[in-house]
T-cell receptor, first 113, second 113 residues
């Protein structure tokens, strides 16, 4: 069964600190891995998308890594800001069916002043 | 910028009512999706459509139907709303193909009383 597991479930950090969120998956075949940011009460917004051949992708203070051999990804947030407080969702797609994306349950990040 | 617009941010309906949730995208995307999001369960796919008048069941289609008469519009229908359908509903669209980046609407918080 395809699964995406994210850790930790929740995280609290102080403003200005760095943090790393983890995503492990068992989806096969693999097409791409995406990270989304979801503010409370809003729809998810794309941060990064990585295919099999990419092992790192940055978007401002967000850097995602992918190890397709171990089926692991991480999202690193540098110099956190209060506005980074949100849920971060890892999504893995594969196969030939556009509807077959597997979503993680998300990591809830709280950045405190 | 891609825009995915859901017709309502908040809805309150009575048990047994027929409920329509509308979603419109302005980027000529082939794929459109409806998800529901519940605490601890992440995003779960209800239905998706890869072309006009084409639809496929997702993971939890029971109690729902969909309609896609025009490429830009994808409607989710609750034939007879029940309290266990109280949830956040998210619409998304993506270009054709597998694993394309999805763009989400702002969500509709539906409460069935």
């Amino acid at each position: 069964k395809n699964q995406v597991e994210q850790s930790p479930q929740s995280l609290i950090i102080l403003e200005g600190k760095n943090c790393t969120l983890q995503c492990n998956y068992t989806v096969s075949p693999f097409s791409n891995l995406r990270w989304y940011k979801q503010d409370t009460g809003r729809g998810p917004v794309s941060l990064t998308i990585m295919t099999f051949s990419e092992n790192t992708k940055s978007n401002g203070r967000y850097t995602a890594t992918l190890d397709a051999d171990t089926k692991q990804s991480s999202l690193h947030i540098t110099a956190s800001q209060l506005s980074d407080s949100a849920s971060y969702i890892c999504v893995v797609s594969g196969g030939t069916n556009a509807g077959k994306s597997t979503f993680g349950d998300g990591t809830t990040l709280t950045v405190k002043p | 910028d891609v825009k995915v617009t859901q017709s309502s941010r908040y809805l309150v309906k009575r048990t047994g009512e027929k409920v329509f949730l509308e979603c419109v995208q302005d980027m000529d995307h082939e794929n459109m999706f409806w998800y529901r999001q519940d605490p601890g369960l992440g995003l779960r796919l209800i239905y998706f459509s890869y072309d006009v008048k084409m639809k496929e069941k997702g993971d939890i289609p029971e109690g729902y139907s969909v309609s896609r008469e025009k490429k830009e519009r994808f409607s989710l229908i609750l034939e007879s709303a029940s309290t266990n359908q109280t949830s956040m509903y998210l619409c998304a669209s993506s270009p054709g193909g597998v694993g394309q980046n999805s763009f989400f609407g702002q969500g509709t918080r539906l409460t069935v009383v």
